[in-house]
């Protein structure tokens, strides 16, 4: 859906009358944001070598927008466990996320609905190794995501910009540090930059009772230097949000209740200042749910059906399989699969395990391709990826098989953990839990191995799962165009004409809804030199039939029925283009057997422009040239330059027709 700038920048805008906080800034004068930080003052240099440790432990693309995103995600779920706590706590808002991706000014923001916070804890957000989120999580049962206290220092000082700004108890506050990248990884003749206080320009923040709002900018030295480097279309940065991010919500018991409230608002703003808006599912896209192929849930499929009983031609010939364990399913002493001896670790900390097993490597590259929208971000790969704390942690953990060698890249996994936190900056994991994750996906691969017969055969890939590729391609472009172009009208075709069938389906439309009238169509041609033959006969009584500049636009004038109660065309050729353009191409190209003068009508879409060339084209409508519409509808007359007395075209132009029905309705 389009939006407009007013979404992303613009002015502070006040609270409604008799709210009971105001929006001028409690920060009213500089301050240290390192103030809290048990230091002495002139111990600058040990600041900064802590900083600049934080900064180089974080070394992916997609860190600031980690980073950014998870500290949102805990502010909602702190938001919505404390109300269900029973704490008296007004909200006018639903819990929701808003990412704003500004790749005019190169800049990232971030804003949730949450409950703000106080002037003290905004004062201390960036100081190293302080976490603000403790001090409620145990009472409220919340999950901290990523390395306690270290998050927003990362923020501050991976660029040389950051705003926030928070709405709370303490009312408005907001403040920015400009400088901190350079002051950090710099020699040391930089003094460290102060936080200011700053005005909030993003409007969606400003029209929040409570919440917080984080702005970035990017720029040299920062990874990525450019958001455009990661992705210009609202499609691709929803697959990187749901899969790189604590967006991408993993609850696979689905024991969770406060993340189905949730909303994620995905604001785009392209190099022109365009925006478009984008509303994201708050949850990881397991590869199952990808596409409509052929998958059979194994556990379910085990509830009804005994292991070795007939297969059903239905459950065979599958593009994957897939099941979601519990803790039990796999290490209870007597009816888990796996031997719990061998796995201390994930028998204590696993919730659950998510797995995939395709029938071909090749299948993740057409869920990603799915996913995306194009072939430049593998977001759905094999391997074992680790949940923590409801989100996918890092990058896969590679698999290596000794019995079933070679089906790894067939294989994907999520563990979902409980109590496990990564290195600082994400860097991994405990040495002894990634030995025993790759020891699960082992037998987890045996189990599916054993059960290809569910499988289809991974040499058709080339052309059955090609073939599927492109229909969901198909499927996801058109959906896309509707709504990025829709027709309107109440018509059947949803988006507006960009193929020449869809030009025909249009005009048959018009056609046998009666708002073109008089036409009969006798055939259309895939392969010929000329796209159908048609008709017309219209009686002077029609209701249609005679021109009126209001009521009926499309009519004839009384001109044309002189002498005469019908007007009748014998059978003749017809042409349909999605522009004018493409017919004046042909026509005039010496090598076509397409005739101007052997066409009695076209029908466009639009006229576009390269007739005026080699040709003239007389507009009816807006000319008022009602005398020269011999056929009911038409809306142009062409005719070549400078011969007289030639050949006349009637052209109709269906958007025209479709602004005409509309201002008649």
């Known amino acids: ?46 600041k900064r070598a802590t900083v600049r440790n934080i900064l180089n432990s974080y070394q992916g693309s997609y860190d600031l927008f980690i980073e950014a995103t998870q500290n949102a995600v805990d502010a909602l779920e702190h938001r919505v466990k404390l109300i269900w706590s029973g704490e008296d706590i007004e909200f006018a808002e639903e819990p929701e996320i808003w990412l704003i991706l500004n790749l005019r000014d190169n800049e990232v923001t971030v804003v949730d609905s ?38 927003a220092t990362f923020l501050a000082h991976a660029t040389d910009y950051i705003r926030v700004s928070t709405m709370g108890e303490d009312g408005f506050l907001s403040f920015e540090v400009t400088g901190g990248r350079s002051w950090a990884m710099g020699d040391g003749s930089q003094k460290q930059p102060a936080a200011r206080p700053a005005v909030e320009t993003c409007n969606i923040f400003n029209q929040l009772g409570r919440g917080t709002a984080v702005t970035l900018r990017l720029g040299d030295g920062t990874r990525p230097a450019a958001l455009s480097h990661l992705g210009v279309t609202p499609k691709k940065w929803e697959a990187i949000l749901r899969t790189k991010t604590a967006i991408g919500f993993v609850d696979l018991l689905r024991r969770e209740r406060w993340n189905r409230q949730v909303r994620v608002n995905l604001i785009l703003m392209d190099g022109a200042g365009s925006t478009a808006s984008w509303e994201i599912p708050f949850s990881y896209p397991l590869p199952h749910t990808i596409g409509t192929f052929n998958y059979l849930d194994l556990g379910r499929y085990y509830q009804e059906h005994q292991e070795g009983s007939p297969v059903a031609t239905k459950h065979l010939n599958q593009d994957a399989l897939y099941r979601i364990w519990t803790k039990n399913q796999l290490f209870h002493p007597q009816r888990g699969i796996l031997n719990r001896n061998d796995f201390p670790i994930l028998r204590k900390d696993l919730e659950a395990a998510y797995s995939f097993f395709a029938f071909s490597a090749g299948l993740f590259q057409l869920l990603s391709e799915l996913e995306v929208g194009d072939k430049s971000l593998k977001a759905i790969k094999p391997g074992a990826w680790v949940v923590a704390h409801n989100a996918v942690v890092g990058e896969p953990i590679p698999l290596e098989l000794g019995y079933a060698a070679g089906n790894e890249d067939r294989f994907f996994m999520l563990v979902q953990l409980a109590d496990v936190r990564p290195d600082l900056g994400r860097k991994g994991f405990n040495p002894d839990l990634v030995d025993e994750i790759k020891k699960l996906g082992d037998a987890l691969i045996r189990y599916y191995v054993a059960r290809r017969k569910h499988l289809k055969p991974a040499g058709v890939q080339a052309s059955q799962a090609a073939d599927k590729m492109a229909q969901h391609q198909r499927i996801r472009e058109a ?75 499309l009519g004839l004038s009384p001109a044309a029925f002189a002498r005469r109660d019908e007007v009748r065309y014998p059978p003749a050729m017809l042409e349909f283009k999605v522009n004018l353009d493409s017919l004046i191409e042909e026509v005039t190209d010496c090598h076509s057997p397409k005739k101007f003068e052997s066409l009695a009508l076209v029908v466009v879409w639009e006229v576009g422009r390269k007739w ?25 007359i062409l005719t070549r330059k400078g011969v007289e007395d030639g050949h006349s075209l009637p052209v109709i132009e269906l958007k025209k027709v479709v602004e005409l029905i509309a201002s008649t309705s």
């Not at 001090?135 to 995501?145: E, M, N, P, T």
């Not at 988006?495 to 073109?516: A, M, N, R, T």
Request: with cysteine; aromatic share 8%.
């Open 612 to 636: 005026s060339r080699n040709f003239d084209l007389a507009d009816l409508v807006e000319d008022c040239v009602v005398a020269s519409r011999e056929l009911f509808g038409v809306t142009h």
């Open 479 to 553: 959906e896309a165009r509707a709504e990025k172009t829709p027709l309107g009208g109440g018509y059947g075709l949803r988006s507006l004409p960009q193929h020449e069938p869809e030009v025909i389906w249009l005009f048959s439309e018009l056609c046998g809804k009666g708002e073109l009238v008089g036409y009969d169509l006798y055939g259309a041609y895939h392969s010929a030199t000329y796209d159908g033959v048609f008709g017309f006969q219209l009686k002077k009584d029609h209701p249609k039939a005679l021109y009126e500049p209001k009521a009926n636009p």
């Open 114 to 151: 949450g409950l703000g916070l106080t002037k003290t804890e905004l004062m201390q957000i960036l100081v190293p190794n302080l976490s603000l989120k403790q001090r409620v999580a145990s009472d409220l049962g919340l999950i901290l995501r990523g390395h306690i206290g270290v998050g």
């Open 1 to 46: 859906m389009n939006g407009n700038t007013n979404l992303l920048l613009g002015t502070v805008v006040p609270m409604p009358r008799g709210s009971r906080r105001s929006r001028a800034n409690g920060i009213t004068k500089p301050f240290d944001h390192f103030g809290f930080w048990n230091l002495m003052p002139d111990e600058e240099a040990l």
